[in-house]
């Protein structure tokens, strides 16, 4: 535009009335909270005075058995808890795209509106259902597997310290299956007509084609659910809040950062509350995702080739 | 396409394994509504069963209605999840317009920075955030959910937003520029009605996770008069726990008003996220 190019012009206030609601509130609310958080971990709070500790605190979290225990205990779960996601939800969630995608397939959008139905739930509905699923007092798990004749497999899940953390991941791969089916759909359809047709000419049809065309083509749109299941896994809270309580039991198994956070920002029980540790977790919270997301930006996507078609 | 992907029997494994997934997507939803229609001998009777005139019983529609005070708890979302949903889509619309619209020194900065809220979760800063609100005294008020929620929805906004807008054609804008419309009837006038299809996206994108989430609302308005539905059904199912019939209408009651509202919205929903999340 000519306007833009001539050299001296009055500032245009539009642009900062514009900007300047949006830019306030994530300011006020995001950003200085955040940078504020990451200072709070640097400090303690001696005879109700803030002093500057450096990182005393994290050497707190790693070191001190009080809070080391609880700490690798919870980034351990948590890690389970990603690696299960990684393995379950986004496997199946290609192969839900892949069989939606296929043309002419009928009823596809009932399924695709039906299987996205638990995304939309919350985690106090999903967590609470379940766990009267899962119960041994109601029998419908039992019951289920008695109909297929495995009723020995039963245990109550969510009780037992060495089963709950993963059943507790494949109620949330539950939920949450519907978010990388829909955007590997996505990326399916996207895939021109041309290539397929291209691919089928030279005979290559079926599974292969799946292998050899279409799923290079939308590895993009699987690094970024990587990347999301990522940051959502290790800000996870609400699931295990709302199935096990506050103190992830049994004994601390399913234990993960968010609850983690909770307890030791809040307190619990006996526990006294500690902002300063609060933060000081929090913060390891935020370099883990921060770490994440540059690994995905650099070192991922910068090697997944994207096709412009 | 050829013969090949369309054999008979490809057809049926798809659908043998898209039905079964969808059962057990839909089992949960199915089995928590029918049987919080249902005495509590029908509950653990016959749990698979629907209700039958001898198990219907409405036990605990009527203990939820006569215990909880869910409507107002369902007033507070309402208020707060509508409150916000209106800042992000007004500010996030600005924001998209300015960033889309005008080239600037710091745009690309600007941009950077707005996106940043994509990747970083907001629950991060909540020690800080607690502090902030207690020191302005917004503790415990709706207030202090709307700020973090739009500041919340904000980046993936105006991330959005600044896609759809920069499709807006220049020519449109120009011409409201000869006629002498300012930059702001330009945007209200002009811009917003063409892109509003996508702000409704934007709009689903942003409520669910509001509606649903109970880490602010236990962190920062934990009191009777400020509890959404989400805390409350939180905090009664607790306190319910031997009460099945309760504890099942309770379930049910927050999940009908979600899944009406979304098998109405569910087509702009998927349309969004089939056409904007590509790219």
């Known amino acids: ?309 | 396409m050829s013969i090949a992907t369309r054999s008979l029997p490809r057809t049926i494994g798809a659908h043998a394994i898209l039905l079964t997934y969808t059962a057990i997507a839909l089992f949960p939803v199915v089995l928590v509504i029918m049987n919080s229609f249902k005495s509590r001998a029908g509950i653990f009777g016959a749990p698979l069963t629907p209700p039958t005139p001898k198990t219907f019983d409405l036990i605990g529609y009527t203990t939820v209605i006569g215990q909880g005070d869910f409507i107002h708890y369902f007033q507070n979302s309402l208020v707060v999840t509508v409150g916000s949903l209106f800042f992000v889509l007004l500010f996030g619309a600005m924001a998209a317009f300015a960033l889309s619209e005008y080239r600037f020194r710091g745009n690309t900065l600007m941009g950077l920075y707005l996106a940043l809220g994509i990747m970083i979760p907001i629950r991060l800063a909540t020690v800080a955030i607690l502090q902030l609100m207690v020191a302005s005294g917004l503790v415990n008020t709706l207030t202090a959910l709307i700020l973090v929620y739009t500041a919340q929805g904000l980046p993936l906004a105006v991330f959005i937003l600044s896609e759809f807008m920069k499709q807006v054609s220049d020519d449109l804008k120009n011409a409201g520029r000869i006629d002498g419309l300012s930059e702001y009837t330009i945007f209200f006038r002009l811009v917003v009605p063409l892109v509003r299809p996508s702000m409704a996206t934007v709009a689903v994108f942003t409520m669910i996770p509001i509606w649903n989430d109970l880490w602010f609302p236990l962190i920062l308005a934990p009191s009777e008069e400020t509890k959404t539905v989400t805390l409350g059904a939180q905090l009664f199912l607790g306190q319910f726990v031997t009460n099945w019939n309760a504890i099942l209408a309770a379930l049910s009651l927050a999940i009908l008003p979600v899944l009406i509202l979304y098998v109405i919205f569910s087509r702009q929903l998927i349309r969004g996220i089939t056409s904007g999340a590509v790219k």
């Not at chain 1, 995001?30 to 450096?54: K, Y």
């Not at chain 1, 994290?58 to 890690?79: C, I, Q, Y």
């Not at chain 1, 597997?145 to 993963?166: C, H, I, N, R």
């Open chain 1, 1 to 309: 535009m000519a306007a833009q190019t001539r050299p001296k012009r009055p500032f245009r206030w539009h642009i900062a009335v514009f900007l300047a609601p949006a830019v306030l509130v994530y300011t006020a609310i995001m950003i200085l909270p955040l940078a504020g958080t990451l200072q709070l971990s640097l400090f303690r709070n001696v005879d109700q005075s803030q002093i500057f500790v450096g990182l005393d605190n994290f050497r707190t979290l790693f070191g001190d058995p009080n809070w080391s225990v609880n700490f690798w205990n919870a980034l351990r779960n948590n890690v389970w808890f990603f690696i299960i996601h990684m393995l379950v939800q986004n496997p199946v969630g290609v192969l839900l795209a892949a069989l939606l995608s296929s043309p002419k397939l009928r009823f596809s959008a009932f399924y695709r509106t039906a299987i996205f139905v638990p995304t939309i739930l919350s985690f106090v509905i999903v967590g609470f259902a379940w766990k009267l699923i899962l119960s041994p007092l109601w029998g419908v798990a039992p019951h289920l597997l008695d109909f297929v004749g495995l009723k020995s497999l039963f245990t109550p899940w969510l009780g037992k310290e060495q089963y709950a953390l993963t059943a507790l991941s494949l109620v949330s791969v539950w939920q949450f299956i519907g978010i990388p089916m829909m955007l590997i759909y996505a990326a399916l359809l996207s895939i021109p007509e041309e290539v397929i047709e291209a691919a089928e000419c030279d005979g290559i049809t079926g599974l292969s084609q799946f292998w050899k065309i279409k799923l290079p083509l939308i590895l993009p749109s699987i690094g970024i659910i990587s990347i999301l299941t990522f940051v959502g896994n290790f800000n996870a809270f609400d699931l295990i809040y709302t199935a096990q309580g506050a103190l992830a039991g049994p004994n601390y198994s399913t234990d993960i950062l968010g609850t983690f956070l909770y307890r030791a920002f809040f307190g619990f029980q006996l526990q006294v509350g500690d902002p300063n540790m609060g933060a000081t977790i929090a913060t390891i919270m935020f370099l883990i995702i921060l770490g994440g997301v540059c690994v995905y930006l650099f070192l991922i996507q910068t090697r997944l080739r994207r096709y412009q078609f």
